[in-house]
């Protein structure tokens, strides 16, 4: 139970979580997020259990639909998705594509959707369609997945360009003209370092915690942090699992490598069970305690700066520590912060201003 002042605080702030994979589950399986589903990490109704009010919800293209050729059409899915959301549930939720949107829909006593777009090879090299992609209410986008893709690297795949090609730069430059936060969770360190000398306006990084804390690659080291916080942005801190704990992190790579063992030697007969034997060794590790997110927060805000960090959860793509087990349970996040003592104008900020100002200076007000 949350104490009655964190509760008054929690739902009187504008609550902005900067990543979600939730289109995904009606564009893939069907599901009408404007229901109580029961299943996965947010809906419309658990939305307003947990008063996540503004909600960036990702079309996440796999590298697979390049070579399908069918790029656009993935992306146009997501989009549709999210229009007949707001079309089917207009009393809920709306469309937003600034921060001022935001303030006006919330205070209207709905829910604010905005889309974001996750892996810069959906624009398939082509600055016409990422700025088709902005009239379609896309508002930010990650330079690269975790694959690199033909203008930059991403941090999980081999160095191709060793940061941003030229081509990448006038990405980064047109996304700043246009109005498309760049986003530099998932790029390689040298990506980043390039975007961040390219960019002229403030960068978020929607889903990133801290790699001190916990070494996943994809977490952002303390340099990173300080140079969003030089740049006026602002970092999400990212819920999953493997980007929270360490030890975590350490098992789950344990076990990969092994896997990746059986692997190498096994027949095709094989490689079915073994994917499933280690399917779930996975899923019998310890989960580590939601208080540990807000470990990250603590961390984040000494490095960067409390108006640098935001909350960017990842709901339904990930595995969510212990009493974090959906997007009603955030309001423990807020609790928290108050028993560590920070201020209520400083949660304000966590929860949300710091994100809305992050829009305002690169989105327009």
């Not at 079309?87 to 006006?104: N, V």
Request: net charge negative; aromatic share 6%; hydrophobic share 35%.
């Amino acid at each position: 139970m949350t104490t009655e002042h964190a509760r008054k605080l929690h739902f009187s702030s504008i609550v902005v979580d900067t990543h979600s994979d939730s289109l995904a589950r009606t564009v893939d399986d069907g599901d009408d997020l404007g229901s109580d589903t029961g299943r996965g990490h947010m809906d419309l109704p658990r939305m307003r259990a947990g008063h996540q009010t503004a909600q960036f919800f990702a079309a996440y293209v796999h590298p697979d639909y390049l070579e399908q050729g069918t790029v656009l059409q993935r992306v146009l899915q997501y989009t549709d998705a999210m229009n007949r959301l707001c079309q089917e549930y207009p009393d809920e939720i709306e469309l937003a594509g600034t921060a001022a949107d935001i303030r006006r829909i919330v205070g209207a006593g709905k829910l604010a959707g905005i889309l974001c777009l996750e892996g810069g090879h959906a624009i398939i090299d082509d600055l016409a369609v990422l700025r088709e992609f902005h009239r379609l209410g896309v508002r930010y986008m990650t330079l690269t997945h975790n694959n690199s893709n033909n203008w930059g690297d991403g941090i999980l795949d081999e160095e191709r360009h060793g940061g941003l090609t030229d081509f990448g730069r006038d990405v980064v430059r047109e996304m700043n003209r246009v109005g498309i936060l760049v986003d530099i969770s998932h790029v390689s360190v040298k990506t980043f370092w390039d975007a961040m000398e390219t960019t002229t306006k403030p960068v978020i990084a929607s889903h990133s915690s801290s790699y001190v804390i916990c070494q996943n690659p994809r977490n952002m080291n303390d340099d990173q942090l300080r140079a969003v916080a030089k740049n006026g942005g602002v970092v999400g801190v990212n819920f999953e699992v493997t980007f929270v704990s360490q030890s975590r992190n350490v098992e789950e790579d344990r076990l990969n490598t092994r896997r990746n063992q059986e692997l190498a030697g096994a027949s095709d007969n094989a490689t079915e069970e073994i994917e499933s034997r280690y399917k779930g060794l996975v899923n019998q590790l310890a989960r580590p305690d939601w208080t540990e997110i807000v470990d990250h927060i603590d961390h984040m805000v000494k490095v960067a700066g409390i108006d640098h960090v935001g909350l960017g959860s990842v709901f339904d793509g990930c595995r969510l520590p212990n009493g974090m087990e959906d997007c009603t349970k955030v309001p423990k996040i807020t609790e928290e912060l108050v028993r560590r003592g920070y201020s209520d104008a400083d949660i304000r900020k966590i929860l949300g201003e710091n994100t809305l100002r992050v829009m305002e200076a690169t989105l327009g007000e």
